[in-house]
Nanobody, 124 residues
Framework: QVQLAESGGGLVQAGGSLRLSCAASGRTFSRYAMGWFRQPPGKEREFVAALTWNGGSTSYADSVKGRFTISRDNAKNTGYLQMNSLKPEDTAIYYC?????????????????WGQGTQVTVSS
């Protein structure tokens, strides 16, 4: 089992930045690929970004490319999502996920473990 806990969400003005963290405990986090997903109000959960276990390969949703950066520090069992140039449409609950994957897949059903989420609100 891997337990995940997100932090770093909050209220920010459009154009601002936030860095989300995903702290892992339990089984060795470094063995798992990591993903970030989000669920906007009234919408389904959607893919944001993913990263392989060693950080060697990443993937991003088109809507966040060039603005968001996913990273991880396996020594600290922590993953990150740096979000810059935030827009009101980025408002959502953000979830981190971990899975036994060899590629940074955008499909949520392929991830085994999920955090509880952290709210990000971007005001216009």
């Amino acid at each position: 089992q891997v337990q995940l806990a997100e932090s770093g969400g909050g209220l920010v003005q459009a154009g601002g930045s936030l860095r989300l963290s995903c702290a892992a405990s339990g089984r060795t986090f470094s063995r798992y690929a990591m993903g970030w997903f989000r669920q906007p109000p009234g919408k389904e959960r959607e893919f944001v970004a993913a990263l392989t276990w060693n950080g060697g390969s990443t993937s991003y949703a088109d809507s966040v490319k060039g603005r968001f950066t996913i990273s991880r520090d396996n020594a600290k069992n922590t993953g990150y999502l740096q979000m810059n140039s935030l827009k009101p449409e980025d408002t959502a609950i953000y979830y981190c996920a971990a899975g036994s994957l060899v590629t940074p897949t955008p499909h949520p059903w392929q991830y085994n473990y999920w955090g509880q989420g952290t709210q990000v609100t971007v005001s216009s």
